[in-house]
């Protein structure tokens, strides 16, 4: 069985990270800028396709709900959950125009966009990202290691260094989760 070897390689890139000064940075600025957001009062939106898409209404979750501690929600949505709009916009227009249409219609200047997609040239997140930049959104874009195509819009990217699926997204819900605890922690300590 392949068990052993799949949870080595699982441990070894969460080595890379916890190694990589540059990307605990980039984590760091992302606490920094959702917190920024929320104290003014803006909102976090989460876009994802397949995997990502479950991990960004995961992390939309984690603020919106409770994380750590019983407190008030955080203003936070996952843009694919109103399945009638995705479906119309999909059906009507074209599913490349899903998430730049819902940016349009929800985001303000000051909100952030965190964008997830493993391979980081997904069209119809490119458009979001490109959406979000042009209302004065900030974007925060998480990837794998071939997401490049993702910097030109994102004011934070986070390239996992690994171009295997499933070990990108798992460290993308590791980051999450830090970014998620740490936010709360900021803004409801006591």
Not at 45 to 58: I, K
Not at 72 to 95: K, R
Request: charged content about 25%; overall charge negative.
């Amino acid at each position: 069985m392949e068990v052993k070897k799949q949870i080595e390689k699982s441990i070894e890139l969460q080595h890379k990270l916890l190694s990589d000064e540059a990307m605990l940075a980039r984590i760091e600025d992302c606490i920094d800028l959702i917190t920024e957001t929320y104290r003014a009062d803006g909102k976090v939106l989460f876009c994802g396709n397949g995997g990502s898409a479950a991990d960004a209404q995961h992390l939309s979750a984690e603020l919106s709900g409770c994380f750590y501690m019983d407190r008030d929600p955080l203003n936070a949505e996952a843009l694919h959950v109103n399945s009638s709009f995705m479906t119309a916009t999909a059906n009507d227009q074209s599913f490349d125009k899903v998430y730049k249409r819902m940016v349009e219609a929800t985001g303000k200047k000051g909100d952030v966009l965190v964008a997830l997609s493993t391979s980081g040239t997904s069209s119809n997140i490119l458009k979001a990202l490109k959406a979000a930049g042009e209302r004065g959104m900030k974007t925060i874009g998480m990837t794998g290691s071939d997401g490049r195509r993702m910097a030109e819009y994102c004011d934070v990217l986070i390239r996992v260094p690994s171009a295997d699926t499933p070990r990108i997204q798992e460290m993308h819900m590791l980051i999450g989760h830090i970014i998620c605890e740490n936010v709360e922690s900021i803004l409801f300590r006591k």
